[in-house]
């Protein structure tokens, strides 16, 4: 079994910064990419942020130069630190990792809960 668990989110004020966290655990043999998604009511899941095991990082263009993903490959944990946070900003945030699990060493995403990040005006 392999499990995603995020923490960090919450209420904040246009302009402020918030940290999100997620922890991968369970049966992982190799962590290839862990990232965060997000999805806004009656919009469809869209990619915020992702770190490669090779340190490569990807960003959504909303989110370049605001946001900053980072991992900690000895606790299998990705960060996401939000600054200068909008409105549109506002949605259920979802921890991905791509990675091969010792189940059958099959490789597939799971998913975090998801955490909820609400900007206000």
């Known amino acids: 079994q392999v499990q995603l668990v995020e923490s960090g989110g919450g209420l904040v004020q246009a302009g402020g910064s918030l940290r999100l966290s997620c922890a991968a655990s369970?049966?992982?043999?190799?962590?290839?990419?862990m990232g965060w998604y997000r999805q806004a009511p009656g919009k469809q899941r869209e990619l915020v942020a992702a770190?490669?095991?090779?340190?490569?990082?990807n960003y959504a263009d909303s989110v370049k130069g605001r946001f900053t993903i980072s991992r900690d490959h000895a606790k299998n944990t990705v960060y996401l630190e939000m600054n200068s946070l909008k409105p549109e900003d506002t949605a259920v945030y979802y921890c991905?990792?791509?990675?091969?699990?010792?189940?059958?060493?099959?490789?597939?995403?799971?998913w975090g809960q998801g955490t909820q990040v609400t900007v206000s005006s």
């Open positions: 991905n990792a791509d990675l091969i699990s010792f189940m059958g060493l099959s490789r597939r995403d799971y």
């Open positions: 369970g049966s992982i043999v190799s962590i290839i990419t």
């Open positions: 770190a490669s095991s090779g340190g490569s990082t």
